[in-house]
């Protein structure tokens, strides 16, 4: 070998190496992908294109199957909403992703790693997953202020709650959102003298203060004015994107402003799925809602 | 957008007026009181009696259970029928302690107490390795109800037993555990359990001064737990509690564990009830197994009930009320007590659902309109 060759070939590796440092290799190369970190344990790693994903869960209760090997997947951003008649599964589905059932079989998992049937609610909830649920639950006896602040994401363990002190950022943030569920002028109420309607607005506040990565929404709407029904749907909208959210609505105006991708369940499975005017197209679900 | 909204600030722990009275209640006890008692001769119109000394004593140890029991029932809404244990427990403390300090004094002139004498027992049980130091049953009044609180909580909770289910196994355990402590093996005195206390701290247990002494020391551990109670209520912490009594799902999936709160709050009860049993048996003379009771239990409800839910102040009021109406019932019209605390409770529970102090409060707004 000349020594012409050696030196060429010492320039090369050395302008190389000068790439990789600065990171402008083509296609990332060996070196980006060597060090790349992998989610670390107890995030939601996304990078697999899907926040949420059922496969085959099954669960019964007294031996009636509830859920029948329903799989189910979500993309990071995207606004699904879910129908199907009284008894499909939905609010028993959300059970399960919640960690408040325990499925007989299958597998739940949040991003690409976590497992959610190794978590309780709790730990479920302080990883992003808020939940609404279907009759509103809010706390009767607290402000719109207090139930808000008990919502907001931070450490909530025994001591933490003793010694807690809302700084001016979580305060802001508070503000925020009371503007942005339209309770600015009744922070002070007992959130039991509110409106069906506000209530269900008041929860949703509790699950933004959360700041969760999936929302799952159980019939939102319900309950609400029309005027208010346009407002959710115009908030869901502008949520999208940042959040997932899994809508679950009988309202079908409402789903029809908000839907990208409507998913029907029925007796504990997926029946079909696509854009609403597909999904309303099907002879299946026509078959399902009109009765056969 | 705009942000001109001001956030309600932080709940305080009292109002001004709220510290005014917390003060006069103060000097009432630590310095109003022993003045009348002991200053005041006893012919004099303003003195105040041995006996009133005795009762008003005891019923503040009442106070302090019910303010425990409101912790855990009115803010958290877990009903509790086995409080009764506790108190007795942190009871049992301080007896085997002031058991210990009669020394020889006994009628056996022995250096066990005269019961294990009776039962013709050579050496002391281990579980009374500790009652002869006085610091060491600071640490059992303390650490025996804690303790017992925290297994059987755990438990409980975490198999979510709520509701009434809680309820009556509160009120199984403390009547098992007044079972066990009938018991003459256990080597609690059995049936008749601990009395004819001599001394505490080497002190003689019956004259006016000790008791004094014993009075002012309850009426500050009283004001003291309601100043805990106070701040305890008025954190984040004490709003986790409401927000578990109105609706314990929506705690846990806004990322609560439950479990943790529920425990801590029912082992500071506990404890609370502990310490209010180790300062009844000095003043009263005499701790047995029938403090363990059910009904003994369920008196602790109906004080918190009658003065009033998740207000503090209002069990205390309660406890008073109900105890003063006791002693004097008791004496004047013995047989006619338990109808009139049977009518009272269901009178309370008809048409006072927060209560004496509920009452007031209504009426002081009724006032301003």
Known sequence: ?292 | MSTTLTLPSKPVMLTRAGWSAFVVALLVVCALAPVLNLVVPEGSLFHMSDYAVALVGKIMCYAICALAMDLIWGYTGILSLGHGLFFALGGYAMGMYLMRQIGRDGNYKSDLPDFMVFLDWKELPWHWVFSDSFIATLFLIVAVPGIVAFVFGYFAFRSRIKGVYFSIITQAMTFAAMLLFFRNETGFGGNNGFTDFKRIIGIAIATPNTRMVLFVLTGLMLLGFFLFARWLVASKYGRVLQAIRDAESRVMFSGYNPIGYKLSIWVISAIMCGVAGALYVPQVGIINPSEMSPANSIEIAIWTAVGGRASLIGPIVGAFIVNGAKSWLTVTAPEYWLYFLGALFILVTLFLPNGVVGLVRKLRKGGEK
């Open chain 1, 1 to 292: 070998m000349t020594p012409d060759l050696l030196e060429e070939g010492a320039r090369r590796i050395q302008a190389h190496a000068g790439k990789v440092e600065q990171g402008k290799t083509e296609s990332g190369g060996r070196a980006a992908g060597f060090s790349r970190p992998a989610a670390a344990p107890g995030v939601v790693d996304t990078t697999h294109g899907r926040i949420l994903y059922l496969e085959d869960v099954s669960v019964s209760f007294d031996g009636f199957k509830a859920i029948n090997k329903l799989s189910l997947d979500i993309a990071p951003g995207e606004l699904r909403c879910i129908i199907g008649p009284n008894g499909a599964g939905k609010t028993t589905m959300m059970d399960i992703i919640t960690g408040k059932t325990r499925p007989d079989e299958g597998t739940v998992f949040f991003g690409s790693t976590i497992d959610l049937l190794r978590y309780k609610e709790a730990e479920i909830a302080q990883m992003g997953i808020g939940r609404k649920f279907q009759k509103p639950t809010v706390f009767e006896q607290l402000t719109v202020f207090e139930n808000l602040e008990l919502a907001l994401k931070t450490h909530k363990g025994v001591a933490a709650s003793m010694f807690f002190r809302l700084d001016s950022a979580q305060g802001d943030r508070l503000a925020e959102i009371l503007h942005t569920i339209h309770l600015a002028d009744s922070v002070t109420r007992m959130a039991g003298n509110l409106s069906h309607g506000q209530k269900q607005w008041l929860e949703i506040g509790m699950l933004l203060m959360q700041d969760p990565k999936l929302l799952l929404l159980d019939e939102p709407v319900a309950g609400m004015t029309d005027e208010e029904t346009a407002r959710t749907a115009e908030l869901f909208l502008t949520l999208k994107g940042q959040h997932s959210l899994m809508v679950v609505e009988h309202d079908m105006s409402f789903i029809r402003t908000i839907s990208e991708i409507v998913t029907v369940l029925c007796d504990g499975s997926v029946l079909a799925q696509g854009t609403l005017d597909q999904v309303q197209a099907d002879e299946r679900v026509i078959e399902v809602y009109l009765g056969r």
